[in-house]
């Protein structure tokens, strides 16, 4: 059987110091576009990033976080249906369990920790592969990392 791998790209801007891109966790990788969705991963790197910035004495207030995703799941999971799903015991229309309902219920936590705490803003935005190819690009970097170490590695 062939491993397949998922990676994240997070880009928050040209030239950034944040930009960020790691291999998914192999166990989070189940071979379905649900499984591998790197939202709480995302949600990591952005703490991160305020630390970073933070300890580096960068005051730069964050108003407003716009995640962009190919993903349709996750843009219409968190916009769209997370308050019906919630209010159906995390069931989905067909009376079955939600998909990755734990995933949803972190990104909802930090949503709120950022929106209430940090008065900051959160958007989801549905967007074309093609038209978020920087953060496809540092995924795409990470699994080409990831694919010379494993070839060095077997030899």
């Known amino acids: 059987m062939v491993e397949t791998q ?8 040209d030239k950034n110091c944040y930009n960020i891109s790691y291999l998914l966790d192999s166990a989070f ?3 379905k576009s649900q499984a ?6 995302f949600v990591t790197e952005i703490k991160r990033a305020w630390v970073r910035r933070a300890d ?3 005051n730069l207030p964050l108003n407003q976080l716009v995640s962009k995703s190919d993903s349709e799941y996750l843009v219409r999971g968190i916009t769209d249906w997370i308050s019906k799903w919630k209010n ?13 309902a734990p995933l949803f219920k972190l990104i ?19 967007v074309p592969r ?5 953060a496809n690009c540092l995924a795409k970097m990470a699994l ?3 694919s010379t170490r494993q070839r060095t590695l077997g030899d």
């Open 108 to 126: 909802e936590l930090y949503i709120g920790r950022l929106e209430r705490g940090k008065k900051v803003v959160v958007k989801f935005w549905m």
């Open 36 to 41: 591998t969705e790197p939202w709480p991963a």
């Open 88 to 100: 159906n015991g995390w069931l989905y229309c067909k009376r079955q369990p939600v998909a990755k």
């Open 6 to 13: 998922s990676a994240v790209g997070i880009y928050f801007g």
């Open 144 to 146: 080409m990392k990831h």
């Open 56 to 58: 580096a004495g960068e």
């Open 29 to 31: 990788d189940r071979h």
């Open 130 to 134: 093609a038209q978020n190819k920087e």
